[in-house]
């Protein structure tokens, strides 16, 4: 049973950074993507960032270019979002997810879901 457990968010500063981490367990990685994707309340669900899986190419978003990394480490199975430079506006639920059909933008494409951590970012 494939398993995708978030952890990091935190009540935050604006200016502040956090490092959010996906852990997956039960799913045997090939070649696919793993995405970060928030959602605020009233609002759809976004992306953030994503990463292949083998080849380690990256795609971002306007909505934290330049102020997030992602990054994954194989032997942990774990993905990070590395975030910056942090706004009110990023407060949200971040997700990560997994796509079967590799590095892909479309939110529909994602098969595997995780539960969310929240990111509050308030003075």
């Known amino acids: 049973q494939v398993q995708l457990v978030e952890s990091g968010g935190a009540l935050v500063q604006p200016g502040g950074s956090l490092r959010l981490s996906c852990v997956a367990s039960?799913?045997?990685?090939?070649?696919?993507?793993v995405g970060w994707f928030r959602q605020a309340p009233g609002k759809d669900r976004e992306m953030v960032a994503a990463i292949s899986w083998r080849g380690s190419n990256t795609y971002y978003t306007d909505s934290m270019k330049g102020r997030s990394t992602i990054s994954r480490d194989i032997g942990k199975n774990t993905v990070y979002l590395q975030m910056n430079s942090l706004k009110p506006e990023d407060t949200a639920i971040y997700y990560c997810?997994?796509?079967?059909?590799?590095?892909?933008?479309?939110?529909?494409?994602?098969?595997?879901w995780g539960q969310g951590t929240q990111v509050t970012v308030s003075s």
């Open positions: 039960g799913y045997n990685f090939k070649n696919e993507g």
């Open positions: 997810a997994i796509s079967t059909a590799g590095l892909v933008a479309a939110k529909h494409l994602y098969n595997y």
